[in-house]
Structure formats: structure tokens, C-alpha cells
T-cell receptor, first 114, second 114 residues
């Protein structure tokens, strides 16, 4: 079975540019989570969706960040404009509707903003 | 709000020796507890979880974890460490109330020395 698929795996961009990260969750999973990992702050939840609806976006750092889930098989995380402090690894994870269920993570998108 | 603490940033152990990676939690009600492992440049991989039942939970790669309600702990253990176990380990908790995200600890880096 295909796991959670993220693209791109690596992105290097210049400050001020728009960045779009993409995620395809596991088929049949109805919850999707975006996390950010940095050395300083560890793993932070940015936003999560249940049944394509954003439930909690309180972890989104600021208005430069936005996320969408237009359908059950696709989500995007957009940063516009990007800043050097956005450099991090961004993970997407999905899970089934069970609260006892584990999250399945993608391989991450490593973003470097110069 | 639920939280987990991993008191050790780094754990070093000799190959063949038993290992323990510590985790304590704070949550209202009964907790759902998880352990994940992250290898370099990879996503997080699920190891095991405690939902209910036996306090000793067995998981992947020979790992197990012991749930201790009185000490609010969920330590990860393995009887005999392998060099290939060297990685970053995360404890996570999920509270009650629907399909909520996991809240992760800061991670513990395990180094197994040959």
C-alpha cells in the first residue's frame, strides 16, 4: 500500500517567494495533519483537517501560512511570502477516523529559505 | 491540555545492553499513548501504542513500553539494543474527544555503541 506521499522532498527558495507543499494521504483516511519540525521547537502541529474540513489552525504561525484540502486525496500548505525562519521540515500525516488510531507520516518536505 | 515530557535529550547504550527511553504524560482522563521512531532524513514511523488493557505493550523491532498510571509514565524499552536502533524517538499522547492530533515530546536521541 502506498503511504502518505509528500512533494517536493526538498525545496530551496529565496526569501519572498511563494512555496507550496503537497500531500496525498493514505486512501480511506479521513484526517490529515500538517506538522513542522525544527531543531529548536521540535514537532509542532500547524493545522489539521477532518473530512476535508479544517478543525484547528491555531498552530499556523501567521497569515503567511495557509492550508487547503479540496478533496479527500489532496492537501496543500502554502507559504507566501516565505522567510528564512520558515526553514524546516514539514510533515504531513493521515489517520483513520478512530481516536485510538496512529498517525501515518510522509517522508517530509525539507524547506530552505535563503 | 495534554502533554508529554521526555526528560533526556540523549541516551547512550552499549550494543547488547537493555535500553530505556523515558516519557511522562499529562492528560485529562485516560490517555492514548504512542511511540514513534525517526531515522535520519525520514518521516516518523509508528512503533507501538497503549490504548487500554495490559500495561506492557509490545511493538515493532522488539520494542516494548510499560504504562504506569500511578507514575504517569510510558517508558520505551528493549532487552538488547542494536546499533541499528540508533535514531530519534518520540513519545506522543492523544486525549479524548474525537479524532484529535497527537502531541509529541521533544524527542530523545538514542545512540547504540558497538
Amino acid at each position: 500500500d502506498a503511504g502518505v506521499i509528500q512533494s517536493p522532498r526538498h525545496e530551496v527558495t529565496e526569501m519572498g517567494q511563494e512555496v507550496t507543499l503537497r500531500c496525498k494521504p493514505i486512501s480511506g483516511h479521513n484526517s490529515l495533519f500538517w506538522y513542522r519540525q525544527t531543531m529548536m521547537r521540535g514537532l509542532e502541529l500547524l493545522i489539521y483537517f477532518n473530512n476535508n474540513v479544517p478543525i484547528d489552525d491555531s498552530g499556523m504561525p501567521e497569515d503567511r501560512f495557509s492550508a487547503k484540502m479540496p478533496n479527500a486525496s489532496f492537501s496543500t500548505l502554502k507559504i507566501q511570502p516565505s522567510e528564512p525562519r520558515d526553514s524546516a521540515v514539514y510533515f504531513c500525516a493521515s489517520s483513520s477516523g478512530q481516536n485510538t488510531g496512529e498517525l501515518f507520516f510522509g517522508e517530509g518536505s525539507r524547506l530552505t529559505v535563503l | 491540555a495534554q502533554s508529554v515530557a521526555q526528560p533526556e535529550d540523549q541516551v547512550n547504550v552499549a550494543e547488547g545492553n537493555p535500553l530505556t527511553v523515558k516519557c511522562t504524560y499529562s492528560v485529562s482522563g485516560n490517555p492514548y499513548l504512542f511511540w514513534y521512531v525517526q531515522y535520519p532524513n525520514r518521516g516518523l514511523q509508528f512503533l507501538l501504542k497503549y490504548i487500554t488493557g495490559d500495561n506492557l505493550v509490545k511493538g515493532s523491532y522488539g520494542f516494548e513500553a510499560e504504562f504506569n498510571k500511578s507514575q504517569t509514565s510510558f517508558h520505551l524499552k528493549k532487552p538488547s539494543a542494536l546499533v541499528s536502533d540508533s535514531a530519534l524517538y518520540f513519545c506522543a499522547v492523544r486525549g479524548l474527544g474525537g479524532n484529535t492530533p497527537l502531541v509529541f515530546g521533544k524527542g530523545t536521541r538514542l545512540s547504540v555503541i558497538a
